[in-house]
């Protein structure tokens, strides 16, 4: 027992400790006014989101990049609500912006991968961009996505999503959990062993989409447009890879408003895991998980037998010092710190989340998802 506690733990310390130094690995990046040399095709996929929109489409409209250098593809998802026609009066009224809606092909298990392949067909230029309907884009995107692929001549950037301000306990149990998340994404790109990026906030370079064939072999995944593309160019281009570490390259998005629509997001993240080919990747959510599944059972174990006390506490407060750690950088780089102060009582609940989400993904063969059932 004692030489399975020191080797998760060990393992555990390495990893949290590897990401933390590969976060600060990453610098900082500034906007250096170059020349916009770069055209970007910016990939909207939608399905019923009247209600976030219209705020999309004014912050893409107040980016400072030349409007003939970009172009918005909106790509209908089967809505139903007005979203089609909030999208018709943002073309009508601001006709120097190149923008287009499309319905989706819907030709796999995935609308979004669907809605992504769809757009490339018709993107006129050689990059491409995407985001959600439910974010808001910083002013500078397309201007710090230029100086990167200008300086670093790279195909892939992957760039920094952070939840918009809200309220309630839900909203920080979210936020704190989204933020370990980013702070291990970038971690992960400081040590040249990315293990996730986020759809809402990518640039990558349209041709080799097409040579790498896109999303063919991961159709079946209805999640993963994403993470799966970044592993392809990974196997292909491990050096064209770069992360844009910038606030002023930051995308907002929404947090979960009901409890049953984040267990609902937070089974779809999870689904695509088992399909990841990165071996990094893989061993990562393994030491999460082992970790996380200890900690609960060295708790449980100690309430029976006292002498397990030390053994829990002690891998509750490394557990409790390496999380902070990086949620700490993470916070702070995103001036999202509203959450801190109930990181201590949801860092109590945590591990229970982390192994109900992993071992309902692997049990559950169904989740549901805008009004739609996937299957895993």
């Known amino acids: 027992m004692i030489y399975i506690i020191g080797i998760i733990s060990f393992s555990y310390f390495l990893l949290i400790a590897s990401f933390i130094i590969g976060f600060d690995k990453i610098k900082n990046v500034s906007n250096k006014d170059l020349s916009p040399k770069n055209n970007f095709s910016i990939l909207v996929p939608f399905r019923n989101e009247a209600d976030n929109l219209s705020n999309l489409l004014q912050s893409i409209l107040n980016i400072k990049y030349p ?35 499309i319905n989706n092909e819907r030709n796999s ?27 808001k ?13 200008e300086k670093n001549k790279c195909l892939f950037i992957a760039a ?49 989409f097409i040579k790498l064939n896109g999303f063919k072999g991961n159709e079946m995944v ?49 689904a695509k895991t088992t399909a990841y080919k990165n071996q990094f990747s893989k061993i990562v959510g393994l030491v999460v998980f082992f970790n996380n599944l200890l900690l609960i059972f060295l708790g449980i174990l100690a309430i029976f037998y006292p002498i397990y006390g030390c053994f829990f506490l002690t891998l509750f407060l490394l557990k409790l010092v390496l999380d902070s750690i990086l949620i700490l950088k993470t916070s702070f ?29 692997l049990f559950k063969t169904t989740y549901k998802w805008k009004e739609r059932r996937f299957e895993k």
């Open 67 to 101: 409007k003939n250098k970009f172009e918005i593809i909106l790509i209908n998802d089967d809505s139903s609500d007005d979203s089609e026609l909030i999208v018709f009066n943002f073309i009508k009224q601001h006709p120097l912006i190149g923008s287009t809606l």
């Open 109 to 135: 298990n995935s609308p979004k991968k669907d809605a992504i392949n769809t757009a490339i067909k018709i993107a006129k230029f050689e990059w491409i961009v995407t985001t959600d309907a439910d974010c």
């Open 137 to 149: 884009v910083p002013t500078l995107w397309l201007q710090l996505f230029n100086q990167t692929i």
């Open 160 to 208: 920094p999503v952070k939840f918009k301000n809200g309220k309630g306990l839900l909203y920080h149990f979210q936020n704190l959990n989204f933020l370990s998340l980013i702070g291990s994404t970038l971690g992960s790109f400081g040590i040249n062993k990315p293990i996730m990026c986020n759809g809402a906030n990518l640039c990558y370079n349209k041709e080799m």
């Open 222 to 270: 209805a999640s993963g447009d994403d993470v799966f593309l970044m592993e392809r160019i990974l196997q292909t281009y491990p050096k064209k890879i770069s992360y844009l570490k910038s606030l002023d390259a930051t995308v907002e998005t929404l947090s979960e408003q009901k409890e049953q629509l984040f267990y609902n997001q937070q089974l779809r993240w999870a």
């Open 333 to 361: 780089f995103l001036k999202s710190t509203e959450s801190l102060i109930y990181y201590p009582l949801i860092s109590v609940f945590h591990p229970f989340f982390i192994i109900l989400i992993a071992l309902m993904s």
